[in-house]
């Protein structure tokens, strides 16, 4: 019987040393952490973490094609157009074919979008402030710089 506890406890140490050690991990479980605590900040405001960042990536883009903005954000097409519908479906986000190329789809800020935006900003602020008395400023941004050349491998 012992040589099967053995591998147990082998695998529960090897276990435990990928929990603490892994960088997708614990960069996942930080982002899930930090979106949950921005989602309940910014929940008075009507939109997710994501939601506002989406918006925002939007409306400080000088291209509005889904295709950069998927570059942007590191989203793949479908998960874009999936969060993009749910925008567009509240009248925050318009959709369109780009007259030029009619592969192409190009998304702005309805005036509705660009006011709720401009509305939350405050409230993503003070949030903003608050997660910094935890994780230092800029730490996040950092890491996705730091990370940016993964994605293009």
């Not at 008075?44 to 918006?55: F, K, P, V, Y």
């Not at 295709?67 to 749910?86: F, I, K, P």
């Not at 993503?124 to 940016?148: D, I, N, T």
Request: net charge positive; hydrophobic share 45%.
């Amino acid at each position: 019987m012992s040589g099967s506890k053995q591998p147990r406890r082998r695998l529960r140490t090897d276990a435990r040393a990928l929990v603490e050690s892994c960088a997708g991990w614990n960069s996942r479980l930080a982002a899930r952490r930090i979106a949950q605590f921005l989602d309940r900040e910014l929940a008075q405001c009507g939109l997710s973490a994501a939601q506002l960042g989406l918006m925002a990536q939007i409306a400080a883009a000088d291209d509005d094609t889904l295709g950069a903005l998927a570059r942007r954000t590191g989203l793949d097409q479908s998960t874009l157009s999936r969060n993009l519908r749910t925008l567009e479906r509240a009248g925050l986000v318009e959709i369109a074919t780009v007259e030029s190329d009619l592969r192409r789809r190009a998304v702005w800020l309805t005036e509705t979008g660009a006011r709720r935006l401009e509305a939350a900003i405050p409230a993503w602020r003070r949030a903003q402030a608050l997660l910094a008395k935890s994780v230092p400023a800029g730490l996040a941004r950092r890491l996705a710089e730091e990370a940016e050349s993964l994605a293009e491998g």
